[in-house]
């Protein structure tokens, strides 16, 4: 799916949101990992535009 602020996502949904593993890309960079209702939420990689990683836990869209 490929939203308008250009932005895409490839992975599990539920009722209608994001939930699931899954992939983002936008502008920040790549997150794979797992969704909770379009959150970033249980444990995923996030590798900026630089190339910097955080691989680890994400709790309601934060890093935990």
Same mark, same amino acid.
């Not at 490929?2 to 250009?6: G, K």
């Given at each position: 799916v490929? *939203? *308008?602020? *250009?932005s895409t996502y490839t992975g599990q949904w @539920?009722? /209608?949101?994001w @939930? $699931? !593993? /899954? =992939? !983002?890309?936008?502008s920040a960079g =790549?997150?794979?990992g797992s969704f909770r209702f379009q959150l970033k939420h249980g444990t995923g990689t996030m590798t900026d535009r630089e190339g910097?990683?955080?691989v680890g $836990?994400?709790?309601? /869209?934060?890093?935990?």
């Open positions: 490929i *939203f *308008f602020c *250009f @539920h009722q /209608g949101a @939930h $699931g !593993l /899954g =992939v !983002l890309r936008n =790549v997150y794979d910097n990683m955080y $836990g994400w709790r309601r /869209g934060l890093r935990s």
